[in-house]
Structures are given as C-alpha cells and as structure tokens.
C-alpha cells in the first residue's frame, strides 16, 4: 500500500458561547491557537499543518507568527463544513481535525488515529476518532458529555447525549464511553458529509457524527487515558497556564 498523505486541520473559530475570542488569548508568551499549531507541527506526524479560521482578527494574527493559514466561510454548521472547505484542493488522503483550543495535544492519540488508517489495507474505515472509559454516574448522566455505544471492533454504533446503553435489569455489565471530539477523516468522507443534508438524529441530538452513521459510514473508535487540557472558560485558561509554566 502507498504511503498515505497525512495532514491535520486546525479549525479556529472567533467566535464562543463560553468563552469569545479565546483562541487569541495569550498562553506562554503566545496565542492559544499559535501554541495548539506549534506543538501539531512538533509532533511530526504530519506532511502538513494548516489553520483554517473564518474571522480576520486571527488570521492576521497567525500570518504574523508565521502559521499556514486559509479563510474559511462564516457560514459553516459544523466542524466537518469548515474543514472540508479547506482541504477540498489540498491533495491529501487522511485529513486529522485538531481542536484550536488544544495546546496540550497528545501526539499519542494522533498518532493512533494515523495508526487506523494505516493498518487498514482494505480502505474500509471512514473516520477514526477517540473515547475513553467512563464510571461516575453523574459523568454519564450529563447531556453535555457525549456517550458511543460501540462493536466487538470499537466501531462506532450510536452516539448520545443520553446514558447508553441503558440499564434496564440493575445488572450492567457494559462499559461507557465518553467521546472527545478529535477525528481523523478519509478526505473521500469528509467531502461526502457536505453533500448531505442534516440527518433526522444528528438534528435531534446536534451531534454532526451522526450524520455519518445514517449515510452507513465507519467511524472507528478508539480508547485513549490522555484526555487533554481544553480551554472552554477563564477558568480553564487560568488552568492551562499553570500547567505550561
């Protein structure tokens, strides 16, 4: 098999319900989004990183520190739009969406998405993306973290906002999962997405993924420790440049 072509995409919206303009906040010396591209591109894993934004302010911002960045339309309804619009003419097989908002990223969990593709000779998987283990009810119950049901393979069957799967009898024997929302696409999936409209669960749940699972595609899961240091509030700021110094 050809070696595969390998970029990350580090989508860097303006705007936050939580927390606007978060990714220029200053972090070591920094932005959070310069800092996020710095410690992609020292991972090594990729042939290419690039930004894709869709706000001036961070653009010129990134242009001054020397980061590839593209403009992106202010229109898009989710991550997947946004990603697709930029890689569209960039010759790639395997595009790795890296949150803007993480400058902590773990080269091991990048470098196990890479790893599903690379060992899948028969093309057969779409998108590859993370989960790990779950055990606090509280953490279950929370619409805000989203669960994934998965195969005897790890691959994907349902993600929720709700507790599943659901135990009906008192006697669980099944794990929970929480999903973390970093994926790694086939650019051929990633470009279908857009053609298809809002599917009936992912607008019942606003869960992008879900449109993936209704038009039959594979989205392999796979189980990480390294949950990482997302910056969502001030609060998580505050955290983040603790742990940088």
Request: hydrophobic share 40%; net charge negative.
């Amino acid at each position: 098999m050809n070696k595969l072509k390998i970029i990350a995409v580090i989508p860097a919206r303006y705007a936050s319900t939580r927390f606007p303009a978060k990714l220029i906040q200053d972090l070591g010396g920094k932005p959070v989004v310069v800092q996020t591209y710095l410690a992609t591109v020292a991972t090594q894993l990729f042939d290419e990183v690039l930004v894709a934004t869709d706000h001036e302010i961070i653009y010129n911002l990134l242009k001054e520190h020397n980061v590839k960045v593209l403009m992106s339309s202010t229109h898009h309804e989710s991550g997947s739009d946004r990603i697709a619009e930029v890689v569209e003419n960039i010759d790639c097989d395997v595009v790795v969406n890296v949150q803007g908002d993480e400058p902590f990223v773990s080269k091991e969990n990048l470098q196990s998405l890479i790893n599903v593709f690379n060992e899948d000779a028969e093309q057969k998987i779409d998108l590859a993306s993370l989960m790990f283990e779950i055990e606090d009810l509280d953490v279950i119950n929370n619409p805000n973290n989203v669960k994934v049901v998965v195969d005897q393979n790890h691959r994907a069957l349902y993600f929720s906002r709700a507790a599943i799967p659901f135990v009906r009898d008192g006697k669980n024997e099944a794990a929970y999962y929480q999903h973390i929302g970093v994926y790694a696409y086939r650019k051929k999936a990633l470009l279908d997405f857009t053609h298809w409209n809002v599917s009936v669960l992912e607008s019942t749940e606003k869960l992008e993924q879900l449109r993936y699972l209704e038009h039959g595609r594979t989205i392999q899961m796979v189980i990480t420790q390294h949950v990482g240091v997302g910056i969502d509030t001030k609060q998580d700021l505050d955290t983040a440049r603790l742990l940088w110094e």
